[in-house]
């Protein structure tokens, strides 16, 4: 039984791929390496440098490692470039889903864990956003990942598919040294490159209405979140009935001041944020509620928010 990852190269899709190995189940990688990297894949799990895009390709993959079931990480993930790039992000994120799904009807492949974004909700006007919260995406790639949400819905009445979508916010830490997130635009890795860079970090609006006047998210650790894709792919395995979608959410946010306090005591560096304007478009406060995950999925928050920056501080110091 081997399952494909697509974007297993990358941040996220690597810890999947570490997560099935931890419980006995072969994978097998799909990436383009255009944010993906190679040194990312253990040498004991096959890469298979190519595109979503290419339908043919992607039939072949499944069919030469007799794959049952799909984990989908691959795509273009940057919200605030896919205003500028949108004809790229749906492109990548919509018709690379279309071309996957078909080469998996063409193989009989039928379970996919699709990884979705808590960006399909937009701006929430609720304190803590569940799977019944109204979707507004605000972005192409928001609308790009509610999309491929559809696609799934719209394919599995057509034709046999397992399916469920992973809704999830802010991804941080590390499972081990070796894999760390690379993302230019996400906050660790700014804050960390900017300790490392002898620069000071910034926070972005302190006039919220949150208790410190900073902006409120939702941050989970990599490593659990890694280990809910491998147990929503064994329930489609088992032919577990899922909910269409979950939300991997803490249920308790963190601000970005509380996030900075914790990078000075993780990485010893003592240093006060510089302090900018609000950026446009950026809501007060965005939490989650975990309980169907925690239900059904095996979620739960492992970590600490101190757990957190501790291991993407000792992976970035490792690099």
Known sequence: ??????????????????????????????????????GFVPDDVPL????????ALVADTLARHGVVGVVHLAGFKYA???????????????TGTAHLLEAMASQGVDAIVFSSSAAVYGTPDVDLVTEQTATAPESPYG????????????????????HTSLRYF????????DL???????????????????????????DYAT???????????????????????????????????????SGDGVSVREIMTAMARATGIDFEPELAARRPGDPARIVASGELAARDL??????????????????????
């Open 298 to 319: 095996d979620w739960v928050m492992r970590h600490t928010l101190d757990d957190m920056v501790t291991s993407a501080w000792d992976a970035r110091r490792a690099h």
């Open 180 to 206: 760390y997130d690379t993302s230019p635009h996400n906050l660790f890795p700014l804050v960390l490159d900017a300790l490392t860079e002898g620069r000071t970090p910034r926070i972005n609006g302190t």
């Open 170 to 177: 802010n991804v941080v830490g590390s499972g081990t040294p």
């Open 143 to 162: 609308e790009s990942k509610l999309i491929g949400e559809w696609l799934l819905r719209d394919q599995a009445k057509a034709a046999p598919l397992r």
């Open 80 to 94: 605030g470039v896919s205003v500028q790039r949108p004809l790229h992000t749906y492109d990548q994120n919509v």
């Open 211 to 249: 208790p410190d006047g900073t902006c409120v998210r939702d941050y989970v650790h990599v490593a659990d979140l890694a280990t809910s894709h491998v147990a929503a792919a064994r329930a489609l395995t088992e032919g577990t009935e899922l909910e269409r979608v979950y939300n991997l959410g």
């Open 1 to 38: 039984m081997t399952w494909l990852v697509t974007g297993g190269a990358g941040y996220i899709g690597s810890h999947v791929v570490r997560a099935f190995t931890e419980v006995g189940i072969a994978s097998v990688v799909l990436d383009d390496l255009s944010s993906g990297h190679r």
């Open 48 to 55: 298979v440098e190519g595109s979503i895009l290419d339908t």
